[in-house]
């Protein structure tokens, strides 16, 4: 067996569970690009600061280069004993250069290297998913911009509401996502601070210069707390819970249209493209990518409830606990990319049900609101307009007819105050014309929020 890089004062070596139990290897090779950038830095600084010499340094570069190309071919060797991926590296740079390998851990710890990797991989992993988001705002302002005109009943309660503008709903969507990705830019920003240099916890007598290292690195500047440097994981907290409001988001996104893609609503059908079959019912075809994102906007949560509890009962600094940060956010960054993708395809490959739609609008007295508004502007107070509308909606079910066909006399019969003018009131298309507030679904409102978000994304 070979010996381990801190195996000094030991005489055993572990025994082959122990070594299995305890390796990160398996997963946190991932971070290799990043681990490699930072020993770029490292070396550099050290060399810059008379640590190591120029010809170390360079012996350092070059192996670390090859070392790289080696993994990108796929030709380097993940060995467990070496338990993780700075080890891995390290070891494998000793066996490529010799003696100057050795030079590489000065002045670092695997405590704030394991966490400067991560920041960077954090980083690069917002914005990848920063670009998801826009991807998908773009194809529902796209999927808007295809269905001017189109209303849709408005739910409360899942019951019907008022009337709203199709347009109205898919940019309330693009609003949630505009905060989600406001809240990644933000978790980004507080990230990108620089823990290495702290090195174990306390930070070294040697005389490095992390200011150096931050700046190469990209990070705004050096984390100015040693202890806090590698004690803190509330950028992956901060990062997860990102990722779980965006996830939940996607999954009410994906619950509306499972449900609108239904017989029962019969609003939207997806392309076959997008759809999936059933194994015994030959005339299945569901909506399952919707139903996925729903199902796995669980895991999403799932990540962030783990590293919660992973973290709530620690005492500062490093413990081993931590390892266990990385898998959680390797899942929610890959599961998020897929929900982000799939809900963006489906939003390209789904066509709504116009005159579906439109048969269904006179049903549920979408427009007994706006009603009640055309009783407000004739001066009566709003409690008893509601209470007028109100009964002329129990006349038109005891009818069973909507409010549009009762005759001046029948609405007269409740309250002698209706006009020959109410029927510009009545109807769903009539109702949706009356909204004017800013942000509502009056159609001028909402050509405005669409111009904004077209100017905003770019679409032409
Ligand atoms: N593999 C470890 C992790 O991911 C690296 C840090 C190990 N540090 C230590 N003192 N054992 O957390």
């Not at 192996?63 to 080890?87: A, N, P, Q, S, Y």
């Not at 019907?160 to 978790?187: F, K, N, S, T, W």
């Not at 956010?329 to 963006?344: P, Q, R, Y």
């Amino acid at each position: 067996k070979e010996a381990k890089l801190w195996g000094g004062r030991f005489e055993e070596s572990v025994t082959d569970a122990v070594e299995r139990f305890t390796e990160s290897i398996s997963f946190d090779k991932a971070l290799y690009k990043q681990d490699i950038m930072g020993s770029r830095a490292h070396a550099s600084m050290l060399a810059h600061q008379g640590l190591i010499s120029v010809s170390d340094r360079d012996s350092i570069l070059q192996g670390l280069d090859k070392i790289e190309r080696c993994i990108e071919d796929g030709e380097f060797v993940w060995r467990t004993d070496r338990e993780d991926v700075h080890m891995n590296i390290e070891a494998a740079l000793t066996d490529l250069i010799g003696e100057p390998a050795k030079k590489l851990h000065t002045a670092r710890s695997r405590n704030d290297q394991v966490l400067t990797d991560f920041r960077l991989w954090c980083r690069d992993a917002i914005d990848n998913i920063v670009a998801h988001i826009e991807h998908l705002q773009v194809a529902l302002v796209t999927l808007a911009m295809k269905n001017e005109n189109l209303i849709v009943p408005g739910y409360t309660h899942l019951q019907r509401a008022q009337p709203i503008l199709l347009q109205h709903l898919l940019l309330a969507y693009v609003e949630q996502l505009d905060r989600d990705a406001g809240r990644l830019l933000d978790c980004r920003h507080r990230l990108n601070f620089c823990p290495l240099g702290a090195c174990a916890l306390a930070g070294t007598g040697l005389p490095i210069d992390r200011f150096m290292t931050s700046h190469d690195l990209g990070f705004n500047a050096p984390m100015r707390n040693s202890i806090d440097a590698v004690s803190d994981r509330d950028f992956v907290l901060e990062f997860l819970s990102a990722n779980s409001i965006t996830a939940i988001h996607l999954s009410r996104l994906g619950e509306e249209w499972v449900l609108w893609a239904s017989e029962e609503f019969g609003f939207l059908t997806p392309s076959d493209s997008v759809s999936t079959g059933s194994s015994i019912m030959p005339q299945k075809k569901n909506p399952d990518p919707m139903e996925l994102v729903r199902g796995k906007s669980a895991r999403v949560v799932g990540d962030l409830v783990t590293l919660l509890v992973l973290c709530k009962g620690l005492p500062h600094a490093y413990n081993r606990d931590l390892q266990e940060d990385k898998e959680p956010v390797f899942d929610s960054t890959k599961t998020i990319i897929g929900m982000l993708e799939v809900c963006a395809e489906f939003a390209q490959n789904i066509t709504f049900n116009c005159e579906k739609i439109k048969k269904s609008l006179p049903a549920g007295h979408l427009d007994a609101t706006t009603l009640a508004d055309y009783l407000v502007k004739k001066g009566i107070p709003f409690r008893t307009s509601h209470d007028i509308v109100g009964k002329s909606v129990a006349l038109c079910v005891s009818k069973n007819c909507q409010l549009q066909d009762l005759s001046l006399d029948e609405l007269r019969s409740v309250n002698p105050v209706f006009d020959e003018d109410v029927y510009e009131f009545l109807g769903a298309e009539n109702a949706v014309k009356k909204f004017c507030s800013y942000g509502s679904t009056g159609s001028e409102c909402v050509a405005e929020q669409l111009d904004f978000w077209v100017t905003k994304l770019q679409i032409n």
